[in-house]
Every structure is written in C-alpha cells, then in structure tokens.
C-alpha cells in the first residue's frame, strides 16, 4: 500500500475575518511534515472581508487557494465547492474557529494508509467537548443517527474528517453538500453504503477562538433529526 503523502484541507468561511490568519498559520505549522499539500478556503460570501484577509495573508503562495462563492449561503455547499476542487490523495475537512484543532491532522491522515475515512470523534473514550450540556446532547442525538442510519459511527456530526479522493465521486456531490453541517450526516451514510472501511479516533473540541460562533444549538438538532429522516431516502 502506497503511502498517502499529499493532503487537501478543505475550510468552509463565513465572517471568519478576525481569525482565519491564524488558522491557516496554525494548520501549516501542524502539516509542514507533508511533501505536498493544498489548503482551500472557501469563502460564503463573507461581509467582513474574510477573501481579502485570506489573499493577503498568503500572498503568492501557491499551497493556498482562496475561492468564493458569492450565492446561496451555505456550509454544505462551500464543503462541496473545496471537496470538488481538490488535488490531492487525502481531503481533510474542518472548521474554520480551530473548534477542530489542526495538530490531529497528520494522525488522521496516517491512519488512511489503513483505512478509508478516518473521524474526529468527541464519544469515544479520550474524546470531549468544552460544555457538558452540548456534549449530552449531542452525544444522545448521535446515538439517534447511528440507529436510524445504521452508520455503526459515533460522531456523525463531528465535521472533522479524512478521506481518500479516489473514493469519492464528484458525481454525486450535489445530494451530500447542501444546508448546514447535516452534510456531515449524508457524508458519512454514502461512505457507509460503499462499504468503505471507517474508524475514529477521540479529539478534543476547543472552544472558538475569536467570534461568536453562527448557530443555535436546538435549532440545528431539529434541522439535524429532520436530515437524517430525509437521508433514509437518498439514493446515491
């Protein structure tokens, strides 16, 4: 099995201005080990500047691409602009607001030399979150996903994870990534359905470094539950 060296860090943004430098710094410190790499920022129409901060701070480094959509707001769909435009073996996907710390990345990426998707999971033990009310939550709402879908995952909202390219199709793009992180849960279920090879490894959320963060907790896990309901009819 060839080693997997080259990566694709996939960085979803919307009003991230006041941070997204130090994103980006903070994940080329933790993959500076990789031959080749490629981080992309896509931008969701941003009002704050986020693109311009992004094209400054990298000014011609070609490892940085910055790309904008400038219509229909969306993470799903920005995860899915990044996925479609990426080069490289391995495409990480994560969080802007280093709620997803970037130092587990080449661990995640080693573990695809066994596996196919590797998981960033806040449920298994070693794993957790900074507010005990949210990881209650969250943890009974996946263990919802997980027999409704029979994903046989953890953490299916976690939003932090690796993936070969190869075996993903562009293809079928359009009926993941769409709506808020509920692409998480569709992700996850095509992955499942192929019978590709997941495992997870236990991460620690952090707490946003800068900004507020866009969501509201019940909002999203009715969102969530309606996803998963409407995911048992997609035909990938």
Known sequence: MNQIRSVSIIIPTFNEAEGIANTIRSIQ????????FEIIVVDDNSTDGTAQVVKEFTFNDPRVVCISRDHGRSLGASVGVGV?????????????????????IPKMVDKLNEWDVVIGSRFIRGGSMPKLGHYLSSRV???????????????NLSG?????KENFSNRISNAIFYGYGDFAIRLILYFNRKGLHITEIPISYKLRTHGRSKS???KLLFKYGFATFQALWIRF
Do not use: G
């Open 216 to 218: 509201n907790f019940l």
């Open 160 to 164: 932090f994870l690796v993936f070969k």
């Open 29 to 36: 410190d933790s993959i500076s080990e990789f031959p080749t």
């Open 141 to 155: 709402f996946n263990l919802f996903i997980r027999a409704t879908l029979q994903t046989k995952v953890s953490d």
């Open 84 to 104: 479609r435009a990426a080069k490289h073996d391995a495409v990480v996907v994560m969080d802007a607001d280093l709620t997803h710390d970037p130092a587990y």
